[in-house]
C-alpha cells in the first residue's frame, strides 16, 4: 500500500468546506490534489484566475519540497541520502516547527516514524504483521533527537532514518498559500491543501462553514483560522481495518485513543501536526498541549468533547 494513496483517502474523511451560499460575480474556484490529498482553493477576487494560477504554480514549488514520492524532492533526496545541504527556507521553517510540536506532544508527534511506517505497509502488502525484530528496528531508526537542521544543513545521526512531513506540510502549505493570496492583497479565500485555512469571510458577510464529513459534528464558521482533522482508522494497513496507519512513535505499534481529532487555530501547520499527535494522547495530555487551539475529540459515535 503506497503512502500517497492512504493519505488520498484520509482527506476525503478530513475537514472539508460546505459552501451554501450562491456564488458571487468574482468568485472562482478550484479543485485538484495536493500532496495525495484533495485540494480546494473558493476565491473571492476580480483577478481570481490569475491568482489562483500562481497559487497553484507555488503548491506545485512546495510539493517539490516536501513531497515523499517526487524523486527530486528535497525530502526524497534527504531520506536517500541521509543528509542534505543548503535546504530550502521553507524546509527548515517547518522542521522548526515539528521541532516544537515533538517537544510540546512529548514526542507524540515525531516526523522520523517513517522508517517504521514503511516496515508496516510492505509487511501488511505481504498480507503479514511486522515481526517484534523488526518493529525493534524501526524504532532504532525512529527519534526527533537524531535530526539535525540548520540553514546550511539537514543530516540524521542514524543511517537509515527517514522523515515523513506528510502529518504536517498539508497543513504548512495551506499556510503558506494563504499567506500568498494575503501578500496579494486578498481578503476572503478558503484554502483547502488536505487541511484548511480561511481567510477573511464569504461574499454573505458570515465565517466559512467547514464540516467534519463522517461525524455528526456541528459546523465551524472560520474566519482568519485554520482546522485539521486526524482520524487513526481512517485509513488502515489490514483488511480486518483494525490496523490504523498513524503510529505511535513511542510505542512502534499504531495507535488511537480517539476515532477522530479535529484542531482549530490561527496556522493550519500547527493545527495539522497537533491532530496527528493528539489522536496518540489522553484528554488531560491533550489539555496541557493545545495551547491557544480547540480540540474536537470524537471518542464514539455522537460523543464529542471540545477542549
Known amino acids: 500500500m503506497k503512502r500517497r494513496r492512504v493519505l488520498s483517502m484520509l482527506g476525503g474523511i478530513a475537514a472539508l468546506p460546505v459552501i451554501g451560499a450562491q456564488a458571487a460575480p468574482n468568485v472562482r ?17 476580480p ?6 494560477a500562481g497559487a497553484l504554480s507555488e503548491i506545485s514549488r512546495l510539493e ?6 517526487r524523486p527530486k524532492s528535497e525530502l526524497s533526496r534527504l531520506n536517500s541520502e541521509g543528509a542534505l545541504a543548503t535546504p530550502s527556507l521553507e524546509m527548515v521553517e517547518l522542521l522548526s516547527i515539528c521541532a516544537a510540536i515533538n517537544l510540546t506532544t512529548k514526542g507524540a508527534f515525531d516526523p522520523s516514524v517513517q522508517a517504521l511506517w514503511d516496515i508496516y505497509a510492505q509487511n501488511y502488502a505481504n498480507k503479514q504483521a511486522p515481526t517484534l525484530a523488526e518493529i525493534a528496528k524501526g524504532r532504532q ?14 543530516g540524521f545521526e542514524k543511517s537509515g532514518m527517514k522523515l515523513t512531513l506528510n502529518g504536517i506540510a498539508q497543513g504548512y502549505i495551506a499556510d503558506r498559500i494563504a499567506t500568498y493570496f494575503r501578500n496579494n492583497g486578498v481578503t476572503n479565500v478558503l484554502v483547502n491543501t488536505g487541511e484548511i485555512a480561511a481567510l477573511g469571510v464569504r461574499e454573505d458577510g ?4 467547514i464540516a467534519i464529513r463522517g461525524s455528526a459534528a456541528e459546523t465551524f464558521p472560520l474566519s482568519n483560522s485554520a482546522i485539521a482533522t486526524s ?3 481512517g485509513t488502515v494497513f489490514d483488511g480486518d481495518g483494525k490496523v490504523g496507519h498513524i503510529i505511535d512513535p513511542r510505542t512502534g505499534y499504531p495507535g488511537g485513543n ?3 481529532v479535529s484542531v482549530i487555530c490561527k496556522s493550519a501547520a500547527r493545527a495539522d501536526g497537533f491532530s496527528t499527535a493528539f489522536c496518540l494522547m489522553k484528554r488531560d495530555d491533550i489539555e496541557l498541549a493545545k495551547t491557544d487551539a480547540t480540540v474536537i475529540l470524537e471518542k464514539q459515535k455522537n460523543q464529542y468533547m471540545d477542549l
Do not use: C
Not at 29 to 45: F, K, N, P, T
Not at 47 to 52: K, P, S, V
Not at 64 to 69: A, E, P, Q, T, V
Open 258 to 260: 480517539w476515532k477522530r
Open 141 to 154: 531508526l525512529t527519534g526527533f533527537r537524531y535530526v539535525n537542521f540548520s540553514p546550511r544543513h539537514i
Open 64 to 69: 517539490n519540497i516536501f513531497s515523499l514520492y
Open 29 to 45: 474556484s478550484w479543485r485538484g490534489i495536493v500532496l495525495g490529498a484533495m485540494g480546494h482553493i473558493v476565491l473571492d477576487h
Open 231 to 233: 482520524a487513526p482508522l
Open 47 to 52: 483577478d481570481a484566475e490569475i491568482l489562483i
Open 206 to 209: 458570515t465565517g466559512w462553514p
